[in-house]
Nanobody, 125 residues
């Protein structure tokens, strides 16, 4: 069982930055993969980024690479998503998720089996 709690969302102007945090507890900590996803109103949930607990290996969706940075701090059981140069189309509920390490990289979306409650990010024009 894994408990994930996101924080750091809010309202920001276009071009601004936010850092989301995910506090993780349970068997996933220091093992497996952590990821960030987002779901805009009326749209499907999509993958944003992933990081491994052990080595900190990262993977990003091509459309966001360069603006978003995922990281983890094992000593604090925390995962972060630094979001820069935000655009109105980044507006969404952002979810933290956990997956076991399957031995393949990057992880597949269906491998993520634990989810946080989400945090709202709203980017104004």
């Amino acid at each position: 069982q894994v408990l994930l709690v996101e924080s750091g969302g809010g309202l920001v102007q276009a071009g601004g930055s936010l850092r989301l945090s995910c506090a993780a507890s349970g068997r996933t900590v220091s093992s497996g993969v952590m990821g960030w996803f987002r779901q805009a109103a009326g749209k499907e949930r999509v993958f944003v980024a992933a990081v491994t607990w052990t080595l900190g290996r990262t993977y990003y969706t091509d459309s966001l690479k360069g603006r978003f940075t995922i990281s983890r701090d094992n000593t604090k059981n925390m995962v972060y998503l630094q979001m820069n140069s935000l655009k109105p189309e980044d507006t969404a509920v952002y979810y933290c998720a956990a997956a076991p390490y399957s031995g393949t990289w990057p992880p597949r979306t269906y491998e993520f089996n634990n989810w946080g409650q989400g945090t709202q990010v709203t980017v104004s024009s």
